[in-house]
């Protein structure tokens, strides 16, 4: 096996590695959100969810719906917690183009039991 392959075996398995601790991170965050903030649904989006776009510089995307007047406090909290870039985003307040396209691919990563 040439030195090449070698690097770029090595780097595809560091890849791996950094996503998985990314996706871990992104449902430990939006567990978070969702119990101790009281957020009604997270949704992962952008370069983690789509996968063939997600690099080691990648941050993780989070649009949070329901999530009140506790959005700073909580994003605050997040990011002094998470060893990973973090954009939260407040759903109801994204243009439409965007809502869509997180309605589309979005990954519903933790939502608030509902009581029947």
Known sequence: MGIITQ????RDAQLRYVKTMALAEANYIARLLVEKFKAGQVVLYGSLAESKYFDEASDIDLAVK?????YLRAYGYCLRTSEFPLDIRVYEELPVNLK????????????????I
């Not at 869509?100 to 979005?106: R, V, Y």
């Open 7 to 10: 690097i770029c075996k090595k």
């Open 66 to 70: 329901g999530m009140g007047d506790d």
């Open 100 to 115: 869509s396209k997180i309605d589309k691919e979005g990954i519903c990563l933790y939502e608030k039991k509902r009581k």
